[in-house]
């Protein structure tokens, strides 16, 4: 499996981003799928999973800002990223983890077997 992000960029704090990941290769297993974040010198934390079947969980930090779907049609794997602020600020990452079910450790980076190089989102005040 190849995922490839893509939509990261500057914003300023209140500004909206979309982030993209295309899922390649075999995708006819079901993945929990998850985007991450990594700011410089800060641990890459978990934002955001969703299951195969549709179901989704955020971190604090996301709840209410932001949105995760997936299109299966087109292997797709979307952030919709709203009022963002300057911590938001790091490279996001999309992953994917031999399983359709994001169990209650989904925001573990080692439950994931695949993952994108990155985009980068900067938000400024």
């Known amino acids: 499996v190849q995922l490839s992000e893509s939509g990261g960029g500057s914003v300023q704090s209140g500004g909206s981003l979309k982030l993209s990941c295309a899922v390649a290769?075999?995708?006819?297993?079901?993945?929990?799928l998850g985007w991450f974040r990594q700011a410089p010198g800060k641990k890459r934390e978990g934002v955001a999973s969703?299951?195969?079947?549709?179901?989704?969980t955020y971190a604090d930090s996301a709840t209410g800002r932001f949105i995760i779907s997936q299109d299966n049609a087109k292997n797709m794997l979307y952030l919709q990223m709203e009022s963002l602020k300057p911590e938001d600020t790091a490279t996001y990452y999309c992953?994917?983890?031999?399983?359709?079910?994001?169990?209650?450790?989904?925001?573990?980076?080692?439950?994931?077997?695949?993952w994108g190089q990155g985009t980068q989102v900067t938000v400024s005040s």
């Open positions: 992953a994917a983890a031999k399983s359709g079910y994001c169990s209650v450790s989904w925001s573990k980076a080692l439950l994931y077997n695949y």
């Open positions: 290769g075999n995708t006819y297993d079901r993945y929990c």
């Open positions: 969703i299951n195969s079947d549709g179901g989704t």
